[in-house]
Every structure is written in structure tokens, then in C-alpha cells.
């Protein structure tokens, strides 16, 4: 991202959150699977990490499924681990701007 510029004046608004998890960093917010639809985005991250759920199996929960994203099948793999570097950040957010990229284009 630009420096000095947001993500939605770039072409990406982002969704924010409500009530934020302020011991988290103040980003996120966390959800119960009844609250899945709380936020109706039209793409959702997925934590790509092997010990989590795949969008399929997220699929098959009825809250979650009736969501715009999951209707329209667009997930994208989102990499929940810290990266050591700026040079591993960057590759991460690469990859991230290109799946967004494909999967808003589809």
C-alpha cells in the first residue's frame, strides 16, 4: 500500500471492525460461529494454517454458508503467523493481493 494512503482509496474497502478485540491490536473482532454473518463481506479469509478448517468444512456450518463470500465461493488462504521479516511481510501481502485480485475479477 501507498504510503499516506488507505486501503479503500485504493480500491479495497475494508471492513471495520465493530467491536474490536483491543487485547489483539484493535483489528480484529472475535466472532462465534452464530455471529458469522455479523459482517456480510463478498470475500473472506481463510486461516490457511494445517490445524484449521478448510472453506469446505466452514462450509457445511448454515450461518456461515448463507453469506455473501461463501455463496459465492470466494475465499482467499490468509497466512495467521507472524512473519520474521519485512521481506517474508511482503511476500505474504503479494500473495494476498493477488488472490484478492483474481477472486474480486471472478
Known sequence: MAPGR???ELGLPITTPVRPD???GGYFERLSW????AY???IML???????????QVEQDPVF??????SADRFVEWDA??????ASYAKIMNELGDQLESRLAA
Open 81 to 86: 503467523v507472524a512473519p520474521m521479516s519485512h
Open 6 to 8: 488507505g486501503a479503500g
Open 22 to 24: 483491543q487485547a489483539g
Open 65 to 70: 454458508a448463507a453469506t455473501p463470500a461463501a
Open 40 to 42: 456480510p463481506g463478498d
Open 34 to 37: 452464530e455471529e458469522a454473518n
Open 46 to 56: 481463510w486461516d490457511a494454517r494445517s490445524n484449521s478448517m478448510t472453506p469446505e
